[in-house]
């Protein structure tokens, strides 16, 4: 396995951590954002983006969802709460995560980015597990689930626009060779917004409602990250 080492500046701005959980999610800071613009010989950027875009979108689930825990019953609401509270406690996890990796130390091998990323998945199954479980125990309805999934798909569109957007303000400064790579990226990551966007516009006639179809359709129906990031591998 190469042991090649990330550089230390590009991989900590890449992992500056996300903005803490609110109501309406915050778009990740710009200096992580914009780290894409360096070369990404062994995917820290891809790695770091898809981290940051899952955070975005248990944001989003977790204010639908705590919406929802205060509009049921009193008999329920308890529970409901409770189950947020849950979702909050493994949101903040996998953030954690993400800062631990920053407070490795100066350089990251590729053994270690792998270890890294192993580490972030796990939450993220536990939190998209405890998701489904909370669908299927407080009988979300239609419009209920729909809005889930909803406000998942404008965070993933919200968060590419922000890193097309950021990369593209560095995109004067740069020489032919680095911009024609970095647009080249851009390209991707706004094909990546358009797709989520699309997806938002069939979301509102889709036919088949049950909760596993919506996702399957509509969240887990996204490209590899990797792919996008390849032109500049």
Known sequence: MSRRVLPALALIAALAPAAAFAATPAAPAAAARSAGAEPDPVGAHAAIASAQER????DATISVLQDDADKV??????KAHDAVTA???VRDTYKKEIDSV???????????LRTARAALEAPYKQFDSAVDADVAQFKLDVA??????EARLKAEQSYWLGVASD??????????????AVEARIAAVKARAAAAGA????????????????????INSRQILSDAYAPNR
């Open 199 to 218: 997806r938002l516009t069939k979301l509102s006639t889709a036919s088949r409602t049950a909760w596993s179809a919506l996702k399957q359709g509509f």
């Open 167 to 180: 990369l593209q303000a560095k995109v004067a400064d740069m020489t032919a060779e680095q911009r024609d």
């Open 102 to 112: 920053v407070a490795q130390g100066r350089q990251m091998t590729v053994d270690q």
């Open 73 to 78: 019953d009193a008999a329920t609401r308890q």
């Open 55 to 58: 955070l975005a979108e248990m």
């Open 144 to 149: 209920q689930r729909k809005a889930v999934v």
């Open 87 to 89: 979702l909050k406690t």
